[in-house]
T-cell receptor, first 113, second 115 residues
């Protein structure tokens, strides 16, 4: 069985500050890991994914995430937040692609001027 | 071209009515899904179809009936709507089999409001 825990339902940062959204996973096999973003009144859009290649994954809009097996983590970061980054972010895990994605409960990123 | 498209985007209806949401994908995927997103943004899988065959049915009331006429379409029909059915319903698609990572491609969502 697989599961995802996202620490913090809301994260607030100032424009220009570092963004750090935390995700820890549980999986009985090597996982595939994803971050999705949902802007208001829109569907989910893939930000980036880890599929057992490089452990540091770069995504769209300047986001990146690092897979750390020893910590079972896949935290999402961005060096400098923009107002346009304000959205809901979801971490998700799949065990080898034969199972359905399991989503975390989401983290709302709030960016203040 | 929209990869996964859902219609309608908004539905407002009375309790007890029946409604349908349609979904189509032009990505050539063979697996399609319905997810429900509640008011707290929590995403819960409802159904999954692979090549028109139901493979996941997650303890959803039988008032919800998915139908897949072909692998590019997955519709959701809901009978006797209840207040608790108010949510955003997302359609998604993916590839399957060897080499599949589980990545999902989502539609824009259909916001259902039951009065």
């Amino acid at each position: 069985a697989q599961s995802v825990t996202q620490l913090g339902s809301h994260v607030s940062v100032s424009e220009g500050a570092l963004v750090l959204l935390r995700c820890n996973y549980s999986s009985s096999v090597p996982p595939y890991l994803f971050w999705y973003v949902q802007y208001p009144n829109q569907g989910l859009q893939l930000l980036l994914k880890y599929t057992s290649a490089a452990t540091l994954v770069k995504g769209i809009n300047g986001f990146e995430a690092e897979f750390k097996k020893s910590e079972t983590s896949f935290h999402l970061t961005k060096p400098s937040a923009h107002m346009s980054d304000a959205a809901e972010y979801f971490c998700a895990v799949s065990d080898s692609g034969y199972s359905t994605l399991t989503f975390g409960k989401g983290t709302m990123l709030l960016v203040s001027p | 071209d929209t990869a996964v498209s859902q219609t309608p985007k908004y539905l407002v209806t009375q309790m007890g009515n029946d409604k349908s949401i349609k979904c189509e994908q032009n990505l050539g995927h063979d697996t399609m899904y319905w997810y429900k997103q509640d008011s707290k943004k929590f995403l819960k899988i409802m159904f999954s179809y692979n090549n028109k065959e139901l493979i996941i049915n997650e303890t959803v009331p039988n008032r919800f009936s998915p139908k897949s006429p072909d692998k590019a379409h997955l519709n959701l029909h809901i009978n006797s709507l209840e207040l608790g059915d108010s949510a955003v319903y997302f359609c998604a698609s993916s590839t399957s089999g060897r080499g599949n990572t589980g990545e999902l491609f989502f539609g824009e969502g259909s916001r259902l409001t039951v009065l």
